[in-house]
Nanobody, 117 residues
Framework: QVHLVESGGGLVQPGGSLRLSCVAS????????MAWYRQGTGNKRELVAQ????????NYVDTVKGRFTISRDNAKNTVYLQMNSLKSDDTAVYYC??????????WGQGTQVTVSS
Protein backbone atom coordinates (compact mmCIF):
# COMPACT_ATOMS: atom_id res chain seq x y z
CA GLN A 1 0.00 0.00 0.00
CA VAL A 2 0.94 3.64 -0.33
CA HIS A 3 0.69 6.34 2.32
CA LEU A 4 -0.55 9.75 1.15
CA VAL A 5 -0.27 13.14 2.84
CA GLU A 6 -1.97 16.21 1.38
CA SER A 7 -1.14 19.85 2.02
CA GLY A 8 -1.86 23.28 0.60
CA GLY A 9 -5.48 23.83 1.47
CA GLY A 10 -6.79 27.00 3.06
CA LEU A 11 -9.05 30.00 2.74
CA VAL A 12 -8.98 31.94 -0.52
CA GLN A 13 -11.14 34.64 -2.06
CA PRO A 14 -13.21 33.97 -5.19
CA GLY A 15 -11.00 34.27 -8.25
CA GLY A 16 -7.92 33.30 -6.30
CA SER A 17 -5.56 30.36 -6.64
CA LEU A 18 -4.25 27.51 -4.52
CA ARG A 19 -1.89 24.61 -5.18
CA LEU A 20 -2.48 21.34 -3.41
CA SER A 21 0.30 18.79 -2.96
CA CYS A 22 0.17 15.12 -2.11
CA VAL A 23 3.32 13.25 -1.14
CA ALA A 24 3.35 9.46 -1.41
CA SER A 25 5.49 7.01 0.49
CA UNK A 26 5.77 3.30 1.09
CA UNK A 27 5.48 2.12 -2.49
CA UNK A 28 6.80 2.63 -6.00
CA UNK A 29 5.08 5.89 -6.94
CA UNK A 30 5.39 5.26 -10.66
CA UNK A 31 2.88 2.38 -10.69
CA UNK A 32 -0.02 4.43 -9.34
CA UNK A 33 -2.72 6.38 -11.13
CA MET A 34 -3.12 9.49 -9.01
CA ALA A 35 -6.25 11.53 -8.58
CA TRP A 36 -7.84 14.33 -6.63
CA TYR A 37 -11.36 13.96 -5.32
CA ARG A 38 -13.44 16.42 -3.35
CA GLN A 39 -16.42 16.28 -1.05
CA GLY A 40 -18.47 19.32 -0.16
CA THR A 41 -20.83 19.43 2.79
CA GLY A 42 -23.83 17.23 2.07
CA ASN A 43 -22.40 16.06 -1.24
CA LYS A 44 -20.98 12.81 -2.51
CA ARG A 45 -17.26 12.53 -3.05
CA GLU A 46 -16.50 13.33 -6.70
CA LEU A 47 -13.52 12.81 -8.95
CA VAL A 48 -11.93 16.15 -9.83
CA ALA A 49 -8.87 15.15 -11.84
CA GLN A 50 -6.78 12.08 -12.61
CA UNK A 51 -3.33 11.50 -14.06
CA UNK A 52 -1.74 8.34 -15.42
CA UNK A 53 1.42 6.82 -13.87
CA UNK A 54 3.68 8.38 -16.50
CA UNK A 55 1.89 11.73 -16.35
CA UNK A 56 1.16 11.51 -20.05
CA UNK A 57 -2.61 11.64 -19.79
CA UNK A 58 -5.03 13.56 -17.61
CA ASN A 59 -8.76 13.97 -17.29
CA TYR A 60 -10.99 16.40 -15.42
CA VAL A 61 -14.56 16.81 -14.32
CA ASP A 62 -16.27 19.33 -16.59
CA THR A 63 -16.75 21.89 -13.82
CA VAL A 64 -12.99 22.44 -13.39
CA LYS A 65 -11.76 22.15 -16.97
CA GLY A 66 -9.68 25.17 -17.93
CA ARG A 67 -9.24 26.19 -14.29
CA PHE A 68 -7.51 23.24 -12.57
CA THR A 69 -4.35 21.40 -13.62
CA ILE A 70 -3.16 18.08 -12.23
CA SER A 71 0.51 17.20 -12.53
CA ARG A 72 3.02 14.85 -10.96
CA ASP A 73 6.72 14.73 -10.24
CA ASN A 74 7.70 11.08 -10.05
CA ALA A 75 11.17 11.98 -8.79
CA LYS A 76 9.56 13.63 -5.75
CA ASN A 77 6.72 11.13 -5.31
CA THR A 78 4.32 14.05 -5.45
CA VAL A 79 1.12 14.93 -7.27
CA TYR A 80 -0.18 18.47 -7.49
CA LEU A 81 -3.46 20.19 -8.17
CA GLN A 82 -3.13 23.79 -9.33
CA MET A 83 -6.47 25.51 -8.84
CA ASN A 84 -7.08 28.88 -10.49
CA SER A 85 -10.16 31.11 -10.78
CA LEU A 86 -11.61 29.49 -7.69
CA LYS A 87 -15.35 29.72 -7.06
CA SER A 88 -17.44 29.24 -3.95
CA ASP A 89 -18.67 25.95 -5.44
CA ASP A 90 -15.09 24.64 -5.21
CA THR A 91 -15.30 24.72 -1.41
CA ALA A 92 -14.76 21.15 -0.20
CA VAL A 93 -12.39 18.75 1.45
CA TYR A 94 -9.93 17.62 -1.22
CA TYR A 95 -8.59 14.08 -1.06
CA CYS A 96 -5.61 12.55 -2.80
CA UNK A 97 -6.11 9.03 -4.16
CA UNK A 98 -3.73 6.41 -5.49
CA UNK A 99 -5.04 3.51 -7.59
CA UNK A 100 -3.04 0.68 -9.12
CA UNK A 101 -5.52 0.08 -11.94
CA UNK A 102 -6.84 -2.96 -10.15
CA UNK A 103 -8.11 -3.66 -6.67
CA UNK A 104 -5.74 -1.47 -4.65
CA UNK A 105 -6.59 2.10 -3.69
CA UNK A 106 -5.35 4.42 -0.98
CA TRP A 107 -6.61 7.75 0.34
CA GLY A 108 -5.03 10.69 2.08
CA GLN A 109 -6.58 12.37 5.10
CA GLY A 110 -7.93 15.32 3.11
CA THR A 111 -7.26 19.05 3.08
CA GLN A 112 -9.93 21.74 3.41
CA VAL A 113 -10.33 24.32 0.67
CA THR A 114 -12.66 27.22 1.42
CA VAL A 115 -13.47 29.83 -1.20
CA SER A 116 -15.10 32.83 0.39
CA SER A 117 -14.90 36.60 0.52
Amino acid sequence: QVHLVESGGGLVQPGGSLRLSCVASGSDFTIWYMAWYRQGTGNKRELVAQITPSGGSTNYVDTVKGRFTISRDNAKNTVYLQMNSLKSDDTAVYYCNAWNGGALSSWGQGTQVTVSS
